[in-house]
């Protein structure tokens, strides 16, 4: 459900900087999207202090570097 039809690895006309290794890994991008959700929940429930919001930061951040890391080129 996340990838339009006419994006995948090859057909894309457009800029990206998603490596290849996203579109041969799936199952991976698909956990991590699964962690960013849990992360996307824990800083929603978080909400409302500051002290909340400032600890559940750092796993949202995580969740992100991890995927970029992984399967983003650098600029």
Do not use: S
């Amino acid at each position: 459900g996340y990838w339009v039809p006419g994006t995948e690895a090859g057909t894309f006309a457009g800029e990206t900087r998603a490596l290849p290794a996203l579109w041969a890994n799936i199952e991976d991008v698909m956990a991590k999207g699964a962690t960013l959700n849990a992360a996307a929940l824990a800083m929603q429930a978080a909400a409302g202090t500051l002290e909340g919001v400032q600890g559940a930061i750092g796993a949202m951040g995580g969740t992100c570097a991890a995927c970029h890391e992984a399967y983003r080129q650098a600029q």
